[in-house]
């Protein structure tokens, strides 16, 4: 499973903005149709579990594990 850091690392290579700084990082992208996708990262160095993976990779990023890799 991939770490908080990894999911850090695929914002940053595929063009989110960090817009925000507390206790997590909050990136969002603007989409071409015009819609804002947001995730919000942990500073945190551990692994996300595999249940929450799917449901940051399905729901906030709207990509496919295979493309995921390809950025981290």
Same mark, same amino acid.
């Given at each position: 499973? =991939?770490?908080?850091? &990894?999911?850090?690392?695929?914002? %940053?290579? &595929?063009?989110? %903005?960090?817009?925000?700084?507390?206790?997590? &990082?909050?990136?969002?992208?603007?989409? =071409? &149709?015009?819609?804002?996708?947001?995730?919000?990262?942990?500073? /945190?160095? /551990? #692994?996300? #579990?595999?249940?929450?993976?799917?449901?940051?990779? /399905?729901?906030?990023? #709207?990509?496919? #594990? %295979?493309?995921?890799?390809?950025?981290?």
């Amino acid at each position: 499973m =991939p770490s908080w850091r &990894d999911l850090k690392r695929f914002c %940053e290579r &595929d063009g989110w %903005e960090l817009y925000k700084r507390t206790d997590h &990082d909050f990136y969002r992208k603007m989409m =071409p &149709d015009g819609s804002i996708k947001r995730t919000k990262v942990s500073r /945190g160095s /551990g #692994q996300i #579990q595999s249940r929450l993976w799917k449901l940051i990779l /399905g729901k906030q990023l #709207q990509v496919t #594990q %295979e493309y995921s890799n390809s950025k981290i």
